[in-house]
């Protein structure tokens, strides 16, 4: 069974900052793809971040290029979401997903994560104007 673990998340006003921070534990593969979803009330769970942690690259959703960058930490299948310039619309519940796969083209794929994978139990982003 894996185990994941979210922390960060909070309040800010639009233009600001916030970090979010995922670690897996218990029976986990070496490498992972890990990233995050987020869903807004009356919305679908979407994807907003990835990175395979056995080569780095990274894969984002075209809403946040440029102002989110998810990042590997130095513990092994920990990392971060680092989300700047933050919108309104950007509020959401957002979820650590773990799949011990690749990223692919398939990453943002919710199914995907809940056939492979692991979610974690969600964290609050709230981002006001």
């Known amino acids: 069974r894996v185990q994941v673990e979210e922390s960060g998340g909070g309040s800010v006003q639009a233009g600001g900052s916030l970090r979010l921070s995922c670690a897996a534990s218990g029976d986990t593969y070496r490498y992972n793809c890990m990233g995050w979803f987020r869903q807004a009330p009356g919305k679908e769970r979407e994807g907003v971040a990835a990175?395979?942690?056995?080569?780095?690259?990274?894969y984002y959703d075209d809403s946040v290029k440029g102002r989110f960058t998810i990042s590997q930490d130095n513990a092994e299948n920990t990392v971060s979401l680092l989300m700047n310039s933050l919108k309104p619309e950007d509020t959401a519940t957002y979820y650590c997903?773990?799949?011990?796969?690749?990223?692919?083209?398939?990453?943002?794929?919710?199914?995907?994560?809940?056939?492979?994978?692991?979610w974690g139990q969600g964290t609050q982003v709230t981002v006001s104007s």
């Open positions: 990175i395979y942690t056995g080569s780095g690259n990274t």
């Open positions: 997903a773990v799949v011990p796969l690749g990223c692919a083209n398939n990453w943002s794929f919710e199914s995907r994560v809940t056939e492979f994978g692991y």
